[in-house]
Every structure is written in C-alpha cells, then in structure tokens.
C-alpha cells in the first residue's frame, strides 16, 4: 500500500506521511494468509543460507502479537508446518522488540549447552489489528517476517553482548485494551477502536528515543567498544525521525545506519532481521564488522544486540 491509497482511505497526503515517518509504501499479507505462513517462508530461507536440516533444529523461538490463534504458540504451529521433530517451540510477546529478544534468549541456550541450533523468528501481520479510520496510526505499520539460525561459532565472533529492560507503566503509550481478559470483547457492543492499535505518538517518540539510545550505548560499552567500533547500526524501522535521532546520539554518520522504513513501514519484531538481511544481501556486511540492532515496542520493552559478523 503507497501512500496514494492512504490519501483515498483517510484524511492525509503523500506529504504528511513522508515528512513525519518517512514511509513511503508497506506490504499487506493477503487474505488468507496468517503469521505462521509467512514466518514458515522466512524459516525455510533462513535454515538454507545457514545448510542446516530440519531434525538439526531444536528450539523455535516466535516473537509476534499477531498469532494465528490464541491458544495454541505460534511457534506450535509453525514447527507442525514446517517439520521440526526435534524443535521445542514458544512465542515472546514482545512487539517490536520480539526478535532481538528471542536472540537474547537463543544466545543463553546454545552458551548454555542446551540447545545447539534454534530458529528466532520475528514475524507479524499488524494489518490485521490496524484501525484503518485512524490516520495517525493506519499509515505507519506493514507485514513481514524474518528469520535467524542461531549455533555455536568461533570464539570472539557471533552474539557478543545483549541488552533488555521492560516499563509496564508505560502500557498506555502503545497498546491494545480490548480482547484480553480484563476487557474481553462484548457481543453487539462496538469496541471504538480500542481492540485496534492504540499509540500516544508524541510521548512514545521521547521514551523510545532516550531509551533505545540507552540500550545501544549499553551493549557498546558491555563489549568494551566505542561507537566508532561499529560498522552497522539496525535500529528497529519505526520512524525516520528516531532513527536519525539515535544516529545522532551516538555521533554515527547515516550511512552506517540501515533504514527501509520507506518500503516497508512499521512490521514490528520482523523489522531487524528484514533490515539485516538485505544489508547481508546488498553486501553492507564483512566477517569482522561489529553490528548493533536495536528495539522498542509496546510493553513497553526494548532491547539491543552486539554481533561480530
């Protein structure tokens, strides 16, 4: 969906959209299709690149808040999709910051000795709980799913250091309030909207700025670097302008940070690993470079990882 469409949908323009988010078009799952299948797609590509077979993996990790179903996991039903004998499963509900924490999470298992190949995947079709009468938020989210196998690797490359911390009183900056089991939906009663995405823009911006800043300057320092170490920076593709703010917080030139936000808007825990890998793609990455991703979402929770490539 361009911008054009927006203009046909609400009240906005091409001008307004781009000059405050920075988006230029999303991509919309069609109907019909569901999380798992998209998140089954961003697996098969991932477990290619990586040579690794189905009964090698034995951990899937889900971070989504849009799942098939309420009961069972996502994770449940992509492993059965997909064919993973061997593969525990379970889901994070962590928004945008779903996969830097399942990465978190798959990088404490294989140090552990737990697990040696587990599958992170981000994945979320937004669209689907998108209130589309609301211009404020309708323009900003799209749909995708991004994928990861994490293993064992030489010692000095690979995860080098993470980062979470969560804020629940900040739940009403970014949430959804109808549909759970405190105000479950009530038939023949119009929810307004409130089952929808709900988000107070402004203040978000402030909060996911200083603390996504924070939790980049943390893991940097964790692994005894400074920003000018960093060849990359993947900030979660929420806004153009807090990519850049970020940028500038940590005096990092702009072209060492990886934004598609244009193309692709807000897919929330699919955003890094998409924007990582079409820097891997594009050929943005060397073995060495240091990378730090970094994530903000509803919880509220954010997140940062250090790689070695």
Not at 97 to 107: C, H
Request: hydrophobic share 40%.
């Amino acid at each position: 969906m361009t911008n054009a469409d927006f203009e046909r949908l609400v009240d906005t323009s091409d001008e307004w959209i781009t000059t405050r988010t920075g988006i230029k078009e999303r991509r919309i799952a069609k109907n019909g299709m569901t999380t798992s299948d998209m998140a089954v797609k961003a697996c098969k590509n991932a477990m290619e690149m990586a040579g690794c077979s189905h009964d090698e993996i034995e951990a899937l990790i889900t971070g989504t808040v849009t799942p098939d179903y309420k009961l069972p996991s996502n994770s449940c039903v992509i492993q059965e999709k997909m064919g993973l004998p061997q593969a525990v499963g379970f889901d994070i509900a962590a928004a945008c910051t779903g996969f830097v924490s399942g990465l978190s999470i798959a990088q404490a298992f294989v140090e552990s000795g737990k697990y040696r190949k587990i599958l992170v995947v981000g994945v979320e079709k937004l669209s689907s709980f998108t209130n589309y009468e609301d211009r404020s938020t309708c323009v900003l989210f799209g749909d995708a799913a991004g994928a990861a196998v994490v293993e064992p690797c030489e010692t000095g490359a690979g995860v080098i250091s993470t980062f979470l911390r969560s804020d629940g009183n900040y739940r009403p900056l970014l949430w959804s309030e109808i549909g759970g089991c405190k105000y479950p939906y009530v038939p023949g009663e119009d929810p307004s909207g409130r089952d929808k995405i709900l988000m107070n823009g402004s203040d978000l911006f402030k909060v996911a700025v200083r603390e996504m800043g924070n939790a980049a300057v943390k893991v940097i320092e964790d692994a005894g670097l400074t920003s000018s170490d960093i060849a990359l920076f993947i900030p979660h593709q929420a806004n153009i302008r807090i990519i850049k703010a970020m940028a500038k917080r940590l005096k990092m030139d702009m072209s060492k940070v990886v934004h598609n936000i244009d193309r692709y808007g807000n897919t929330s825990s699919a955003s890094i690993p998409l924007a990582l890998d079409e820097a891997n793609r594009a050929g943005r990455i060397k073995p060495g470079d240091h990378i730090v991703m970094v994530a903000f979402g509803g919880g509220l929770i954010w997140g940062s990882a250090l790689l070695k490539w």
